[in-house]
């Protein structure tokens, strides 16, 4: 059986960059705040723990004054920089520059007068972030089910989380372009204008094509990311889209023999937050098991 780790997985660059930072501070000084999970992966924030990372919660930011506190690739809002600033906080800021440029686009469009609306989740801390560029006045939806919270008249600009699905995106805005187009209809006099940006991140959806190669070209494929990834998530239901034998796991404990019955070849991929040494594990992990198998296997026979 062959075990491939798909040569396109692993951290994107906004990751590759806060993880950087966090490593230099931990060197220099070995120790670190980080507000909230510094990514969506357990395993790597146990790995950083260990080299002095702890996290804490925005209640606790006022008394983490004996040490600096990274603010990761997801950004924040602007009431952050102000409690720390209040609080006498140093911040080292890794907020990823693609989602810096959205929350600046966005307070933009805001301070002009449009109605903001951001496809996303409103409990990801990215959309808390965007949300606070708009005073927390923006409108976020999740799904086409929402749409009916899309004001119909006055100006509606429509953002997107980076990590969100595209064809959804993409649904949303033809759904929000019709909608437009009656209330023109209705009442020609009202000003409705629509503008659309795409501000999907493109080391999320540039993946899509060649996961879904990487997702049909093995028998089984193993998923692995921290369970709580957005974008864990999405790529996962590409992958699953494309091939029914994949499986989501945070940890190499969470393998089963069982999937890979049949099977002669494994792929091994993952989100933008999953490390390339956890894909190496748990190859090392799948061929271990598979081999162990095989052996207790043969003995049975052999009896
Ligand atoms: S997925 Fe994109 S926006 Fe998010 S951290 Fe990575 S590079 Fe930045």
């Known amino acids: 059986m062959q075990v491939i ?3 396109n997985a692993g951290f994107c660059w906004g990751v590759v960059r806060t993880i950087e930072m966090a490593e230099k501070e931990l060197n220099a000084s070995g120790k670190l705040y980080s507000l909230g999970e510094i990514i969506h992966n357990p395993v790597e924030i146990e790995r950083l723990k260990e080299k002095g990372l702890s996290t ?3 209640e606790e930011l006022r008394n983490a004054k004996d040490a600096k506190v990274l603010i990761r690739a997801h950004g924040e809002p602007p009431s952050t920089y102000e409690m720390a600033k209040r609080y006498g906080v140093e911040i080292i800021d890794a907020t990823c520059p693609v989602v810096t440029k959205l929350q600046s686009r966005i307070r933009k469009f805001y301070l002009e007068g449009y109605n903001v609306v951001i496809f996303g989740k409103k409990e990801h801390p990215e959309v808390i ?3 606070g560029q708009c005073d927390g006045n923006a409108i976020v939806i999740k799904s086409l089910d929402e749409i009916d919270k899309v004001p119909l008249t006055g100006k509606v ?5 980076t990590t969100m699905s595209k064809d959804l ?3 949303i805005k033809e759904e929000l372009e019709k909608r437009v187009e009656e209330l023109v209809v209705i009442n020609p006099e009202e000003n409705v204008e629509f503008v659309a940006k795409d501000t999907i991140c493109r080391q999320v959806s540039n993946r899509d094509e060649k996961l879904k190669e990487f997702a049909k070209s093995v028998d089984v494929l193993i998923f692995v990311a921290g369970k709580n990834s957005s974008n864990g998530k999405v790529l996962y239901e590409v992958c699953k889209a494309e091939n029914p034998r ?3 796991i945070e940890t190499p404990r969470e393998l ?3 999937w890979f019955k049949d099977c002669e070849t494994v ?4 989100a933008t937050s999953t490390p390339q040494w956890l894909m190496e594990e748990v190859k090392r992990a799948i061929e271990s098991l598979c081999s162990n198998f095989k052996d207790e296997f043969s003995k049975a026979i052999a009896k």
Do not use: A, P, R
């Open 5 to 7: 780790i798909d040569k």
């Open 56 to 58: 804490i919660s925005h």
């Open 129 to 131: 972030g965007l949300v």
């Open 157 to 161: 600009v429509l953002f997107s989380q």
């Open 169 to 171: 995106f993409y649904k």
């Open 246 to 248: 994949t499986y989501f």
């Open 256 to 258: 089963n023999i069982e």
């Open 267 to 270: 792929g091994i991929t993952g």
